[in-house]
């Protein structure tokens, strides 16, 4: 990947809005954007997902990440990236796969935007957890505190999120 495009991955729970600010920040920043992978993957599927598939999944992950990268403008927005994978591995099966941990830290991303639980929640088939919001959060915020790893919290309405993101994005495109 071209070392000048900056990653900036959204992560946190289920339902907080990283898929429409993803899109609306790939637009703004006139950039791709890549989207999570795991939702077509499980949608593929003809029974529930296994352990096993989140390796597959994070596979899939990366590899269309490096495929948008290629058209990206300055920056890549990614919809999700492998700490969703870690933590959801983590309170779905209790561990994982070291592969993925393998990734992760052989992976840098420029800037982490954490989505807070502030918005309300909407159902989806592959969503599971709308009574654990908060702990997941708190899982996320303390996983890029420990990995001491540049991010933003990003909460309040829709229109806070935004400019909240973009500056987040614009003082990182400065330094």
């Excluded at 309300?120 to 890029?144: A, F, G, I, T, V």
């Amino acid at each position: 990947m071209d070392s000048s495009i900056k990653k900036i991955a959204i992560i946190g729970p289920e339902c907080t809005g990283k898929s429409s600010l993803s899109e609306m920040l790939a637009k703004h920043f006139n950039t791709t954007w890549v989207p999570e992978y795991a939702r077509s993957y499980i949608e593929n599927l003809r029974g529930p997902y296994q352990q096993s598939d989140l390796l597959k999944i994070a596979h899939g992950q990366l590899r269309v990440e490096d495929e948008w990268a290629k058209d990206a403008n300055k920056v890549l927005i990614c919809d999700t990236n492998l700490y969703v994978i870690k933590i959801w591995s983590e309170v779905k099966f209790g561990s994982v796969d070291p592969e993925i941990i393998n990734h992760i830290q052989s992976r840098k991303y420029d800037l982490y935007l954490l989505t807070y639980v502030d918005i309300p929640w909407e159902d989806d088939p592959q969503r599971e957890h709308p009574d654990k919001r908060e702990y997941l959060y708190s899982l996320y915020y303390n996983e890029l505190k420990q990995q001491q790893v540049p991010f933003v919290e990003i909460k309040g309405s829709f229109e806070q999120r935004r400019k909240n993101a973009i500056q987040a994005i614009e003082k990182m495109l400065v330094r």
